[in-house]
């Protein structure tokens, strides 16, 4: 399994088949959407720059003129922005093949989002409950869909704490561990969500990913990474976006997927390489976690499952 090397030339034609990518203007939010697109798949681009999402639009159509994409505003910060954003989907689409949540926000100061959330948690992981509880129905009338949602090794460091939720501007802020609890919250949402999924007879498969250390703009906010002693070092374990891309585009069309599956990168202590299965870590199984961020995420939201 570890010398396994799926590539994009592993991929299967995808003609047919819609995608959402949110974040899909750059990183490897772009480059899984170009992937689809040469594959001959629907592109939906959740961005919310629509200038940049359309310069990101015309960068792949200069290389693959007959690129199908199509730009939907979506502020992962604004509840009232995704129930818009998956209002429009589901007036102008009949299907939803996968929703690739991808976009994020790594470390960055603190603050709120427009529903008082802290940014971190609000934008990585209630966002995406919302827009995938939004989008449920769709997907689930799809044959053989799928929601893949994009983690980080660094929930290895993250612990679940409900009480900071909620932005409240004299609490004492620990932006890496804030990030490192929004990816732990990812997973924590995969795996309830498939369980969830499976005990109703739903056949949606839900999946997570990981980059690896993946050369993007997501760590603008960490100054120490900009020092040249340490950006020597992470050079070492880094890897190119394209490549650090690919863990999250075999989630979302290898065939051979089962639900609950983890991808992640094979080398370097998942740090970089192809992608493979891996395994997270044991708090990211944890039923009761699991049950806990429901319910908050049921709470703050006002959306559950409904099919």
């Not at 739903?202 to 990981?210: Q, T, W």
Request: net charge positive; glycine share 6%.
């Amino acid at each position: 399994m570890r010398r396994e090397k799926w590539t994009l030339q592993n991929m299967p034609d995808l003609t047919g088949k819609t995608f959402i990518v949110t974040g899909a203007n750059s990183g490897i939010g772009f480059e899984a959407t170009k992937a689809f697109a040469m594959n001959n798949a629907k592109v939906i681009m959740g961005c919310r720059n629509l200038e940049r999402a359309q310069a990101a639009k015309d960068k792949i159509l200069a290389e693959f003129k007959n690129a199908d994409l199509d730009i939907i505003l979506l502020n992962l910060m604004s509840f009232d922005s995704i129930e818009t954003f998956a209002n429009e989907v589901n007036a102008k689409y009949s299907k939803l093949d996968v929703l690739l949540n991808n976009a994020g926000i790594m470390s960055v100061p603190y603050g709120p989002t427009e529903n008082g959330l802290e940014k971190q948690i609000g934008v990585n992981h209630f966002g995406h409950y919302y827009l995938t509880m939004s989008l449920l129905p769709l997907l689930n009338k799809t044959t053989d869909s799928r929601i893949v949602n994009i983690a980080s090794i660094a929930h290895r460091f993250g612990k679940l704490e409900p009480n900071s939720f909620m932005y409240e501007e004299s609490r004492k802020y620990n932006k890496s561990y804030a990030y490192a609890q929004s990816k732990l919250a990812n997973l924590l949402f995969t795996y309830g969500l498939k369980s969830r999924l499976e005990e109703i007879g739903s056949n949606i498969l839900v999946l997570a990913a990981h980059p690896g250390i993946t050369r993007t703009n997501l760590g603008n906010h960490l100054r120490t990474f900009r020092r040249k002693p340490i950006s020597f070092i992470l050079d070492s374990f880094n890897q190119k976006t394209p490549k650090g891309a690919l863990s999250g585009i075999r989630a979302s069309v290898d065939k051979n997927v089962k639900s609950g599956e983890y991808y992640g990168p094979h080398f370097l202590w998942n740090a970089k390489g192809y992608p493979i299965v891996e395994e997270s870590t044991k708090l990211s199984h944890s039923k009761d976690l699991q049950d806990i961020l429901w319910n908050y995420s049921v709470k703050i939201t006002d959306l559950d499952i409904n099919l």
